[in-house]
């Protein structure tokens, strides 16, 4: 019995050094949509495209993550802040690892964020008690 392995490759890499905005908008049509950037055996940076109150899961991971907004308005709940942290284009958000996070697209117009992950990293729903970081 042959085992096939699926390889998961960037838009950018050897050979592909460049890509704009506008053309991956325009490839990947109305959204929502994501498109893995780049990936490689220390990161992950995925585009995420999402539509003004677009369903998220809330959820979290054993290490950190962070974004960047390229375009839109998104509220990060994150675990431990009293507040939602309100992110706009041009914005960087961090969410420490083990921390529970949930993305909220707003605005009236699409969202577009870049998500930077090691690879491998899952989205988490539950966890242990006693296990979070208020709970230890």
Known sequence: MTTVQATVSGLLRAGNLHARLDAIKRAKGAPPWSEKIVVNEQ????????????????????????????????????????????????????APGNHFHHIRPK???????????PPGELHRHERAPGTGPYDR
């Open 107 to 117: 605005g009236e117009s699409p969202t577009i964020r870049l998500a930077i992950t």
């Open 43 to 94: 990161i992950v940076g995925t585009l995420i495209c999402q539509p003004p109150g677009h369903p998220n899961d809330r959820h979290y991971h054993l290490v950190d993550e962070w974004w960047f907004v390229v375009e839109g308005e998104i509220d990060w709940e994150i675990e431990g802040q009293p507040e939602p942290v309100r992110a706009r284009a041009g914005d960087f958000v961090f």
